[in-house]
T-cell receptor, first 115, second 114 residues
Framework: AQSVTQLGSHVSVSEGALVLLRCNYS??????LFWYVQYPNQGLQLLLK??????LVKGINGFEAEFKKSETSFHLTKPSAHMSDAAEYFC?????????????FGKGTKLSVKP | KAGVTQTPRYLIKTRGQQVTLSCSPI?????VSWYQQTPGQGLQFLFE???????NKGNFPGRFSGRQFSNSRSEMNVSTLELGDSALYLC???FGYGGANVLTFGAGSRLTVL
């Protein structure tokens, strides 16, 4: 079965600093990969997805992620953090042979942004 | 257009009771998935429905069940509630089944079991 590992359950950055949230997946074949964001008392919102069209994926709110097959990684970055980016971020992978409904999520990383 | 609507948003039950949660997908979406979110286990897949048929099921006991209606609305039921069932239950819908279909999540139903 596939799995997703997010390094760091909490990440704190200063406003204007680089945001780097790490995600590694286990798979022998390129899966579909996703980043979702969850604000307090809300559901999950899709930031971006990788579906093999391009290794560098741009998402909403200035976020992007790069798929690196050799490292089985899909790290999320944003050049300059904003206070409104404070939220919990989840990396997810689709099951091999399954539908997107079978998303496997990482444990999440809470991002704090200091003024 | 309206997003995914989940009702109720909050509910409190006692052990042994049962609960039914409702999910109305985005208009035109035919696939509905359910996830349980807890601080300890994170987000775990419960089941997925497409065109009224359960397509996939996660590793949950039989106390957890669901169904989908002809209008794509879905319900999930948890019987004989346990304290450990306290969680945020998230519903997500997508247009199709499989591939790169994007999941759109609702705000969730927060269940507290006392």
């Amino acid at each position: 079965a596939q799995s997703v590992t997010q390094l760091g359950s909490h990440v704190s950055v200063s406003e204007g600093a680089l945001v780097l949230l790490r995600c590694n997946y286990s798979s022998s074949v390129p899966p579909y990969l996703f980043w979702y964001v969850q604000y307090p008392n809300q559901g999950l919102q899709l930031l971006l997805k990788y579906t093999s069209a391009a290794t560098l994926v741009k998402g909403i709110n200035g976020f992007e992620a790069e798929f690196k097959k050799s490292e089985t990684s899909f790290h999320l970055t944003k050049p300059s953090a904003h206070m409104s980016d404070a939220a919990e971020y989840f990396c997810a992978v689709s099951e091999e042979g399954g539908s997107q409904g079978n998303l496997i999520f990482g444990k999440g990383t809470k991002l704090s942004v200091k003024p | 257009k309206a997003g995914v609507t989940q009702t109720p948003r909050y509910l409190i039950k006692t052990r042994g009771q049962q609960v039914t949660l409702s999910c109305s997908p985005i208009s035109g979406h035919r696939s509905v998935s359910w996830y349980q979110q807890t601080p300890g286990q994170g987000l775990q897949f419960l089941f997925e429905y497409f065109s009224e048929t359960q397509r996939n099921k996660g590793n949950f006991p039989g106390r957890f069940s669901g169904r989908q209606f002809s209008n794509s609305r879905s319900e999930m039921n948890v019987s004989t509630l346990e304290l450990g069932d306290s969680a945020l239950y998230l519903c997500a819908s997508s247009f199709g089944y499989g591939g790169a279909n994007v999941l759109t999540f609702g705000a969730g139903s927060r269940l507290t079991v006392l």
